[in-house]
């Protein structure tokens, strides 16, 4: 796998704290001015010595400056020291080190009373004390700091790559690398479903719609990776997964900050062995795809023993109580993603199967699943069917309803999935469906509805029929259109103004039910 472009940018460079150096005994360097708590744990990238009157310009962030205060002489009013001081904090600089003994006895007070007050650390340096055996100082702590982390990424790269070895080998390999780094990492599917995460915890818990979210939104965006702020404490880094044009999951990690090179190369790992675990799991073979096919022929010949053995390696759950069956039109799906979102929900939803039968694909599922699989089938516009809700016994049934009202929408245009209804091929509907007065005074009561949704680019036709299809249930209703409960009452009420009706009367709902239907979406 090719090392995401995220991880070909440069590493911040290796880094000391500023403690380790003032700790070296042997250099004698006393901290006089500027501390606060967090002095000690300041970053040090280099020791530069300058004697220049303005030496900013030439200093890289986290640089120690060290000076004999030659050009002091010029700092004696405390605006110049400030001043001087301040372009270093600008800067960057990580400290100051004053070599007394030379030009100065002592530090001069307007520098000491300025690092105190902009907050750089100064430290005096002794007239024993040379320059160069402080930079050398701070090289072999870098250089250690170097060794140290070579150690700690080859050890970790090896504890991960073992950890990839074991049954549950990506969950085992996300545990162990969060260990590592000490912050949580996760990996998700396309659609931002969280499939591995460790450590657990209640507050990455709270996390994770916002996780799906932004997960799913880098996917869409196309982009390989990106640094993103929560909002409630650390923001969290995302590099996508898999290979050119097969995006198979998200890999989520706690921003640090600062990645070093060592914690890049670790995350690196842990995203070329989710690609290949993920490459694995998405490639369902035939031999799995005849197993599944079997089981819904062993489900439609009422075996359910036989089904529930055979199913007990491949699914997580046969469907069981209330299920539908949707069929869909696989010659009209145009975007591969569709595919691998079905098989993300396929494959995270017990009491779900997706299989084919009779050469076209289908879909088993409890009836809780349905506003999911509707939502997919309606985002890819794929023609599809939903037959009435049943039980495994009545299989066949459902299979045949879910046949016809396929049929219907294929015949119909609509790219919307059309519930079966025995208007779609018998019943007192079906009569009116042939009589041309029927449609005409359908079209003529739904009119309103229609010019309203046309001028103003509303949608209270569709919220209306789902909203009667739901029996006046608003919480389900509006769960299966994705929008909020109070949204889809405003809606109906809407509905009910432009038609001037009450929609809390039988006879109102069955005739504008019955119009709904007789109209059909070619009349809109």
């Not at 010029?74 to 270093?88: M, P, S």
Request: with cysteine.
């Amino acid at each position: 796998m090719a090392v995401p472009p995220d991880l070909l940018q440069a590493a911040p460079s290796p880094a000391i704290e500023l403690g380790q150096l003032l700790h070296e005994y042997q250099l004698g360097l006393v901290l006089i001015a500027g501390a606060d708590d967090g002095t000690p744990a300041r970053s040090v990238r280099w020791v530069h010595v300058s004697e220049l009157e303005d030496p900013a310009p030439f200093l890289t962030p986290r640089t120690v400056l060290l000076t004999t205060g030659a050009r002091f002489e010029a700092l004696r009013r405390q605006a110049d020291a400030d001043a001087y001081v301040g372009r270093l904090v600008d800067a960057g600089a990580a400290a100051l080190g004053v070599g007394v003994g030379l030009h100065w006895d002592r530090v001069p007070a307007p520098i000491v009373s300025a690092c105190d007050r902009l907050g750089l650390p100064l430290f005096r340096v002794p007239y024993d004390t040379p320059f160069i055996a402080i930079v050398q100082t701070s090289v072999r702590l870098i250089n250690a700091r170097i060794r140290d982390r070579d150690v700690w990424a080859l050890e970790s790269q090896r504890a991960v790559t073992n950890a990839s070895l074991h049954q549950d080998g990506l969950g085992s390999a996300v545990r162990e690398a969060a260990s590592r780094l000490g912050r949580w990492v996760c990996i998700t599917d396309r659609t931002g479903r969280i499939i591995e995460l460790a450590p657990q915890g209640e507050r990455l818990a709270a996390q994770g719609e916002w996780i799906r979210r932004e997960a799913r939104r880098l996917v869409e965006r196309g982009v390989s990776a990106g640094r993103i702020g929560s909002g409630s404490g650390p923001g969290v880094q995302m590099q996508v997964l898999g290979r050119q044009g097969q995006v198979l999951g998200v890999l989520v990690s706690e921003d640090s900050g600062a990645p070093d090179t060592a914690e890049r190369t670790l995350l690196g790992l842990v995203a070329a062995l989710a690609t290949l675990q993920l490459e694995h799991r998405s490639g369902i073979d035939a031999a799995q795809a005849t197993l599944r096919e079997a089981i819904v022929h062993l489900l439609l010949a009422d075996n359910f023993p036989l089904a529930e053995k055979l199913a007990s390696g491949t699914l997580a759950r046969i469907p069981q109580g209330s299920v539908v069956v949707v069929r869909y039109d696989g010659s009209a799906v145009r975007d591969a993603s569709f595919n691998e979102d079905l098989h993300s929900l396929d494959a995270g939803s017990p009491g779900l199967l997706g299989s084919a039968l009779d050469g076209g694909p289908l879909i088993i599922a409890e009836a809780r699943y349905l506003p999911a699989i509707r939502r997919l089938l309606l985002a890819h516009g794929v023609p599809s069917g939903v037959s009435d809700r049943g039980t495994l016994h009545a299989l066949g049934e459902l299979v045949g309803q879910a046949d016809r009202a396929l049929e219907y929408a294929v015949a119909s245009g609509s790219a919307a999935p059309i519930d079966y209804l025995p208007a779609l091929h018998s019943g007192v509907l079906h009569l009116l469906n042939g009589h041309p007065e029927a449609h005409q005074r359908a079209a003529g009561l739904l009119a309103p509805l229609r010019h309203h949704d046309a001028r103003h680019d509303d949608r209270i036709e569709e919220s209306l029929t789902t909203w009667l299809a739901h029996h006046g249930q608003t919480s389900p209703a509006a769960t299966e259109l994705g929008i909020h409960r109070h949204t889809l009452k405003a809606r109906v009420q809407t509905a009910a103004n432009l038609l001037q009706v009450d929609l809390d009367s039988p006879d109102v709902r069955a005739e504008l039910w019955a119009a709904l239907r007789l109209a059909g979406p070619d009349d809109a």
